[in-house]
């Protein structure tokens, strides 16, 4: 399924928390339902490029995951769109370092464990 106005299909508390987090950039990225490209990852639920989130379930399967919300936005507003993160780099940190160690994941794993806390904070809040 394609992008279309998936963001403004994300529960309303969910867009908020994003929209708080991340700042308007958050809307402006595509998330992809049931893609082909997670199937090149078997036990991902999703992966990044520039602006896209591509998802091996539906948007309702992402949005009950507050720590893969987090985890893939920062992949995507800033790694990916700053340029810092491209194909070529993690393709060298994946092979040098594994997964669990390749630096964009401890990143991204850094950032969302400082960030879940008011995440889910924020979430409740809008319910």
Known sequence: MSSGDAFGRLPQRLRDALLVT??????EIHLIERSWRVR????????????????????????????LVLHEYF?????????????????WELLMRGYAANRFEIEARAFTAQKLHRFRQRLEAGR
């Open 22 to 27: 991340f700042g308007a950039a958050a809307a």
């Open 40 to 67: 090149w990852h078997p036990r991902m639920l999703a992966t990044t490029r520039r602006n896209c989130i591509y998802l091996r379930g539906t948007l309702g399967n992402f949005a009950e995951n507050p720590e």
């Open 75 to 91: 992949h995507v507003i800033d790694q990916w769109n700053t340029g810092r993160l491209t194909r070529r780099g993690y393709l």
